[in-house]
């Protein structure tokens, strides 16, 4: 082991993060290099000033009773929400409707009726899309409609490698993309715009191997399509028409 | 009374995290006001997204929160600091600058140590406020920072390297 390369091992070492031979190694250059071996010992002092109490900020007790006051009107204006709509100009005002719809259709219809797997899905897909249209900032964790940009930026996020095009040229333009947690995994969401409306493409890897053709349907005023392809999952939604969202599902399906 | 239960659930699950949020504001931040202003933003946000959380760690999920509202804010209201160049001059320090037996010294001063790792650039700062005051692995670490595994060791020794470097500076300073 290099000196260059002990210098971060060392750390490693000293976090306890390291690996049984690592370790071993590392100990091996410090009992070698009496340079590293004085950097670790220093460590070990600064770690050590660093420990305890005296530089942990404690919240203050009136930031708390703040926190739980400003909850408690969050959590009454999530029950009647009042200022539907102000978020949404950016959006398209008609979104908000749909999503008054749908709140009303998911709070009457009867959930006791036991819904299959794709059904609940397809019921967190739907959250999941109006969510990340929601709140500002929360439609993209990268945002970019280089798909050279967008598909490394999952690399060590995700541990399967999503196809990300950009069909700019078919008016289907790559926003961006970002990290969604669904049917219980991460998965990796592409976010495509036509005109004013936005696409989310979720894909994760699929548990079995074969092809699924496209499945279309309706859910809260939202179309969504869901297909199996080279072994991936694939469930787009979007409140575009039905025709245009499986124009959208085919051409991605084609890039593969 | 669905919202009820979710503000119930929430608070038990998010609620007890609340010093380890305040910490990491305040050392992004530097300033308790904004520390606290960035905190009830954070709060806020985790109970919206709170559809999301499935009982994993709590506390990586609402630091991770706490963090991406530290940058909006400070992106918002000021901070040049966050445009700072990661490029250090580190290979300057030859071994001889950092004089064990002056860091010995420096670091029985908690002002001391606290002024210097505040001075540190926010991506060190970050990393060491999250490795010695919260105590959290390198794989909590990168996930909350969004880091890969490497990075998130990279910076923790140079983040130390600095803060060692800046200890023994200003021991020669007041002598």
Not at chain 2, 4 to 11: D, G, I, P, V, Y
Not at chain 2, 23 to 31: E, I, S, Y
Request: contains cysteine; proline residues 3%.
């Amino acid at each position: 082991m290099s000196c260059q390369k002990a210098e971060d091992w060392i750390h490693g070492y000293l976090d306890g993060e390291l690996d049984l031979a690592r370790s071993l190694e590392v100990e091996q250059h410090m009992r070698e290099c009496e340079i590293c071996a004085r950097s670790y010992r220093s460590q070990v002092t600064l770690r050590s000033s660093l420990k305890g109490e005296s530089l942990y900020y404690g919240a203050p007790e009136k930031l708390k009773k703040r926190i739980q006051s400003s909850l408690r009107k969050e959590a009454k204006s999530e029950m009647f929400p009042r200022a539907f709509g102000w978020r949404w100009l950016t959006v398209g005002a008609s979104l908000a409707f749909m999503l008054l719809i749908g709140v009303v259709v998911w709070r009457i219809v009867p959930r006791s009726v036991g819904p299959s797997g794709d059904e609940l899905l397809a019921q967190e897909i739907v959250s999941d899309h109006v969510r990340s249209l929601q709140m500002p900032g929360h439609l993209t964790d990268v945002l970019s409609s280089d798909q050279h940009t967008v598909k490394p930026w999952f690399d060590g996020k995700v541990d399967f490698a999503p196809p990300v095009k950009d069909f700019a040229s078919q008016d289907f333009r790559l926003y961006g993309g970002r990290l969604e947690y669904l049917n219980n995994r991460t998965v990796a969401t592409l976010i495509y715009q036509r005109r004013l409306h936005y696409i989310n493409l979720y894909i994760w890897p699929a548990e079995q191997a074969g092809v699924t053709g496209e499945i279309t349907t309706q859910r809260q005023g939202y179309n969504l399509a869901h297909w199996t392809s080279s072994g991936m999952n694939y469930w787009a939604i979007s409140d575009l028409n039905r025709v245009e969202l499986q124009e959208f599902a085919r051409l991605v399906q084609q890039s593969q | 009374m669905q919202q009820q239960n979710k503000l119930a659930t929430f608070e038990e699950a998010v609620i007890p995290h609340l010093d380890a949020a305040y910490n990491l504001a305040r050392w992004l931040t530097r300033n308790d006001t904004d520390a606290e202003d960035v905190v009830q933003e954070a709060f806020l946000r985790a109970f919206k997204f709170f559809g999301g959380f499935r009982g994993e760690d709590g506390r990586s999920w609402l630091l991770a929160i706490v963090r991406n509202t530290s940058y909006t804010w400070m992106r918002n209201n000021r901070t040049p600091e966050l445009s700072t160049s990661l490029d250090d001059d580190l290979h300057e320090i030859e071994s001889k600058d950092l004089n064990p037996e002056a860091l010995l010294v420096q670091c029985a001063d908690t002002l001391l140590v606290r002024q210097a790792l505040e001075e540190l650039p926010i991506e060190f700062r970050e990393v060491l406020v999250l490795r010695e005051l919260e105590e959290m692995s390198y794989r909590d670490i990168a996930s909350i920072t969004d880091l890969p595994l490497g990075t998130v060791m990279s910076r923790l020794a140079r983040g130390r390297k600095r803060l060692q470097l800046a200890l023994t500076k200003q021991m020669h300073a007041e002598v």
